[in-house]
């Protein structure tokens, strides 16, 4: 069964930091790029980062230099670390596989930084 979970979602102070973890199935895994998706209230989705099978990363300007993503190909499992959170960061983040114009998606997971 193809399927993407993520854990790690919270409630944090401003200033602090979750890292985000996302087990896909493998067939998902194995034959897409992995990124990171936000969703916040009102807002359309949007990607936060992204990382090649090879690992090729790509960021928001917003979270440049604050977050990173990572893949562990031994668990098929893709991160997404979150330093020095701002409140625009409060969203329901989605694990996704991407592969062209196609998405798999994660249920989400919700992130809230509180100032």
């Known amino acids: 069964q193809e399927q993407l979970v993520e854990s790690g979602g919270g409630l944090v102070q401003a200033g602090g930091s979750l890292r985000l973890s996302c087990v896909a199935s493998?067939?998902?895994?194995?034959?897409?790029?992995m990124g990171w998706y936000r969703q916040a209230p009102g807002k359309q989705r949007t990607l936060v980062a992204s990382?090649?099978?090879?690992?090729?990363?790509t960021y928001a300007g917003s979270v440049k230099g604050r977050f990173t993503i990572s893949r562990d190909n031994a668990k098929n499992t893709v991160y997404l670390q979150m330093n020095n959170l701002k409140t625009e960061d409060t969203a329901v983040y989605y694990c996704?596989?991407?592969?062209?114009?196609?998405?798999?998606w994660g249920q989400g997971t919700q992130v809230t930084v509180s100032s």
């Open positions: 493998e067939s998902i895994f194995r034959n897409n790029n």
């Open positions: 990382i090649t099978s090879g690992g090729t990363t």
């Open positions: 996704a596989g991407i592969r062209g114009l196609s998405r798999y």
